[in-house]
């Protein structure tokens, strides 16, 4: 079966690091992706793994590990903006999976 | 600039109506698709399309058709609209996957009532 497990919600103070989490377990795996999503907005790309390892890009960074079936999102130096729901997504073959997203709640 | 549109940010219809949700870009992408999204649900796949006249079921197919005559338009019907298809519907659409970074660009969405 298609698993892909994240945390419901979390909150974070403005300034501070957060980690994200995403577990997944998918008959096939060719790249996992990360999205944010503002309330009533459509998901925009934040980043793409395909190989074990961390990727950095600004602010935002994603690590993967294909033997454990997880990755995790790092946001460093939070901003109230940064508040949103991310979504872990799995790419199987042709498919694209989403997780159920994680609401980030930024507390000034 | 990338560009994902969609015909209708909003619509309300009636229970048994046929519904047309359009879905239009303007990367040249071959792949498309088209989710619901729902509370504690999160993104389904309900179908998608390699190229033109293709199709393939996602994970809820039920209750929906799609076309797909031209390469840029790819078209959401839903034949009698029920109140279990009140949703928010995004469409995407992406690259041919033999590019390693293929990313999906999303829609603004179309909030659907069904009354």
């Known amino acids: 079966g298609q698993n892909i497990d994240q945390p419901t919600e979390m909150t974070a103070t403005e300034g501070a690091i957060v980690q994200i989490n995403c577990t997944y377990q998918?008959?096939?795996?060719?790249?996992l992706f990360w999205y944010q999503q503002h309330a009533g907005e459509a998901p925009t790309f934040l980043s793409y793994?395909?190989?074990?390892g961390l990727e950095e890009k600004g602010r935002f960074s994603s690590f993967l590990s294909r033997s454990k079936g997880y990755s995790y999102l790092l946001l460093k130096e939070l901003q109230m903006k940064d508040s949103a729901s991310y979504l872990c997504a799995v790419r199987d073959g042709d498919k694209i999976i989403f997780g159920k997203g994680t609401r980030l709640h930024i507390l000034p | 600039d990338v560009k994902v549109t969609q015909s209708s940010r909003y619509l309300v219809k009636r229970t048994g109506e046929k519904v047309f949700l359009e879905c239009v870009q303007d990367m040249d992408h071959e792949n498309m698709f088209w989710y619901r999204q729902d509370p504690g649900l999160g993104l389904r796949l309900i179908y998608f399309s390699y190229d033109v006249k293709m199709k393939e079921k996602g994970d809820i197919p039920e209750g929906y058709s799609v076309s797909r005559e031209k390469k840029e338009r790819f078209s959401l019907i839903l034949e009698s609209a029920s109140t279990n298809q009140t949703s928010m519907y995004l469409c995407a659409s992406r690259a041919s996957f033999s590019r390693r970074r293929d990313t999906q660009y999303f829609g603004p969405g179309t909030r659907l009532t069904v009354l």
């Open positions: 998918t008959s096939g795996f060719n790249g």
């Open positions: 793994n395909v190989l074990d």
